[in-house]
């Protein structure tokens, strides 16, 4: 017997609950090491949850990226794979999905989505150049870095505060980007770079209105826009349920009105698109298509296949259109803020509002003792794993980097440590064992000590970094 009734999800919080629509077909064994066999497994990954093995990981929240379920029409769609080298009707499927969902005219087809961005950095940066954005992103700002340009950061200042409740984080500061075009002059910004949600704001989501007054900013000092979509479909559930005029229109209409008011737009199709691996870039203009055409063919591969094999482009065609299903986006969308209903009432510092893939822990207020230069986010991540076998990932100064310029750690004001739930794949049950240890970590706070790294890579450190305790 309880001493409570028990409760369901909903229940525990004030409404009936809602369930995953699908069910499970295939399942893949999970294992437990003992805390032994983990603290050896952290030693030999020098406490970079990267560099552990797979299967010494219990729940894996490393990342979203590439770890869906793909469904079984998915799966049925590989096996018509036309694995031709020119051509393949495969190609044609994705084009015509890109098209219709996203509505941008001119698809490259790209191995993933640093692939695309590398390709749209190349021909559209001149050295020398700015490219504005909401928050930098790690492989994004590094491609744009290598072509020549400097990014500077123009989301609104609510973002760096991981305690605000704007419904709008991700939103560009019009001011700050006008500020910019005036210093630096509007033929010097190579273009603005939009991303929707924010991945390092906490998966943060652009309302429409703000994208609308960034098209007509840019149209008056003829700028373009070029969209990271990776998570457009997460922030489109946003703006239905948090902007006026938005609650009766669907995730797809939401999408593809967004993405119109911009001049093309790259994902990585890991997210979003429920795939395994794969991306594109899309642009409007012919001119611009030509050169990407051009420039595949050297790094990715024929622009009818991008580095993908016909059955990628497959699954991809066929996870862009499940993707955009409203009942999909919400229970996904749904089963992220339930872990982090679960942590805010505990009282465990997250990022608020909940984003669209992942809870951030606010390292910065978890190990309140410990400076930014001890590595907060990815102490945490490593005590995570140590705890439960649960496989989190650092989101502050080592993704941060470097400035290239005066060779500084960039000091970022978001020290967060990401659970990151992969599409389809856990259940409510992962999830309550997943704040258990959040709390748990939370509870024997005092005792972290902090780490400092013995080995850095030359670029994106933190893939690769090794780290000692202190
Ligand atoms: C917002 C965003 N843009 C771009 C990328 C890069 O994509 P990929 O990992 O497929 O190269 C990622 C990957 O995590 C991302 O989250």
């Given at each position: 017997?309880?001493?409570?009734?028990?409760?369901?999800m909903g229940?525990?919080?004030?409404?009936?609950?809602?369930?995953?629509?699908?069910?499970?077909?295939?399942?893949e064994?999970?294992?437990?090491?003992?805390?032994?066999?983990?603290?050896?497994?952290l030693?030999?990954?020098?406490?970079?949850?990267?560099?552990?093995?797979?299967?010494?990981?219990?729940?894996d929240?490393?990342?979203?990226?590439?770890?869906?379920?793909?469904?079984?029409?998915?799966?049925?769609?590989?096996?018509?794979?036309?694995?031709?080298?020119?051509?393949?009707?495969?190609?044609?499927?994705?084009?015509?999905?890109?098209?219709?969902?996203?509505?941008?005219?001119?698809?490259?087809?790209?191995?993933?989505?640093?692939?695309?961005?590398?390709?749209l950095?190349?021909?559209?940066?001149?050295?020398?150049?700015?490219?504005?954005?909401?928050?930098y992103?790690?492989?994004?700002?590094?491609?744009?870095?290598?072509?020549?340009?400097?990014?500077?950061?123009?989301?609104?200042?609510?973002?760096h505060?991981p305690?605000?409740?704007?419904?709008?984080?991700?939103?560009?500061?019009?001011?700050?980007?006008?500020?910019?075009?005036?210093?630096v002059?509007?033929?010097?910004?190579?273009?603005?770079?939009?991303?929707?949600?924010?991945?390092?704001?906490?998966?943060?989501?652009?309302?429409?209105?703000?994208v609308?007054?960034?098209?007509?900013?840019?149209?008056?000092?003829?700028?373009k826009?070029?969209?990271?979509?990776?998570?457009?479909?997460?922030?489109?559930?946003?703006?239905?349920?948090?902007?006026?005029?938005?609650?009766?229109?669907?995730?797809?209409?939401?999408?593809?009105?967004?993405?119109?008011?911009?001049?093309?737009?790259?994902?990585?199709?890991?997210?979003?698109?429920?795939?395994?691996?794969?991306?594109?870039?899309?642009?409007?203009?012919?001119?611009l298509?030509?050169?990407l055409?051009?420039?595949?063919?050297?790094?990715?591969?024929?622009?009818?296949?991008?580095?993908?094999?016909?059955?990628?482009?497959?699954?991809?065609?066929?996870?862009i259109v499940?993707?955009?299903?409203?009942?999909?986006?919400?229970?996904?969308?749904?089963?992220?803020?339930?872990?982090?209903?679960?942590?805010?009432?505990?009282?465990?510092?997250?990022?608020?509002?909940?984003?669209?893939?992942?809870?951030?822990?606010?390292?910065?207020?978890?190990?309140?003792?410990?400076?930014?230069?001890?590595?907060?986010?990815?102490?945490l991540?490593?005590?995570?794993?140590?705890?439960s076998?649960?496989?989190?990932?650092?989101?502050?100064?080592?993704?941060?980097?470097?400035?290239?310029?005066?060779g500084?750690?960039?000091?970022?004001?978001?020290?967060?440590t990401?659970?990151?739930?992969?599409r389809?794949?856990?259940?409510?049950?992962?999830?309550?064992?997943?704040?258990?240890?959040?709390?748990?970590?939370?509870?024997?706070?005092?005792?972290?000590?902090?780490?400092?790294?013995?080995?850095?890579?030359?670029?994106?450190?933190?893939?690769?970094?090794?780290?000692?305790?202190?």
């Amino acid at each position: 017997m309880t001493n409570h009734p028990p409760q369901t999800m909903g229940q525990q919080f004030g409404r009936r609950s809602w369930a995953e629509p699908w069910k499970i077909k295939m399942v893949e064994p999970l294992t437990v090491i003992s805390r032994e066999e983990r603290q050896k497994a952290l030693v030999d990954a020098g406490y970079n949850t990267f560099l552990l093995r797979s299967e010494d990981v219990c729940i894996d929240l490393l990342t979203d990226s590439g770890t869906s379920a793909m469904s079984d029409r998915q799966w049925a769609g590989m096996m018509l794979g036309d694995e031709a080298y020119a051509g393949s009707r495969n190609f044609y499927h994705l084009e015509n999905a890109i098209q219709t969902y996203y509505g941008y005219r001119h698809i490259v087809p790209t191995h993933q989505g640093r692939g695309a961005e590398h390709l749209l950095s190349r021909t559209s940066i001149k050295p020398g150049q700015w490219v504005a954005g909401n928050m930098y992103f790690t492989t994004t700002r590094l491609h744009q870095e290598l072509a020549g340009a400097t990014f500077v950061d123009v989301i609104i200042d609510e973002a760096h505060d991981p305690a605000n409740l704007h419904p709008f984080k991700g939103n560009v500061d019009l001011a700050k980007l006008e500020a910019l075009v005036r210093r630096v002059g509007a033929e010097k910004v190579a273009y603005v770079s939009l991303a929707g949600t924010v991945n390092m704001a906490g998966g943060q989501p652009v309302s429409m209105a703000n994208v609308k007054a960034l098209r007509e900013l840019c149209d008056r000092y003829g700028i373009k826009i070029y969209l990271d979509a990776t998570r457009m479909v997460e922030n489109a559930l946003f703006i239905q349920e948090r902007e006026d005029g938005y609650a009766g229109r669907s995730i797809a209409e939401i999408l593809r009105e967004f993405c119109d008011y911009t001049d093309g737009g790259w994902i990585s199709a890991k997210k979003d698109s429920l795939v395994n691996i794969g991306g594109w870039l899309a642009v409007n203009d012919w001119t611009l298509f030509e050169e990407l055409r051009n420039q595949v063919v050297i790094f990715e591969g024929l622009h009818t296949y991008g580095g993908l094999a016909g059955r990628d482009m497959e699954a991809m065609a066929i996870g862009i259109v499940e993707s955009v299903q409203d009942d999909h986006v919400r229970s996904r969308v749904g089963q992220v803020r339930y872990l982090g209903e679960l942590l805010t009432d505990w009282g465990i510092p997250i990022v608020q509002p909940v984003g669209g893939h992942a809870i951030f822990l606010d390292a910065r207020r978890f190990y309140a003792h410990l400076p930014q230069d001890r590595f907060p986010a990815q102490t945490l991540a490593a005590e995570l794993y140590l705890d439960s076998g649960i496989r989190s990932m650092e989101r502050g100064i080592v993704s941060a980097g470097r400035d290239a310029k005066t060779g500084d750690h960039y000091y970022p004001k978001l020290e967060l440590t990401r659970l990151t739930i992969p599409r389809r794949v856990y259940t409510q049950a992962h999830m309550d064992v997943t704040a258990e240890a959040v709390k748990a970590v939370f509870d024997a706070r005092e005792q972290a000590r902090g780490l400092k790294m013995v080995y850095e890579p030359k670029y994106l450190r933190f893939f690769q970094a090794r780290f000692e305790p202190l």
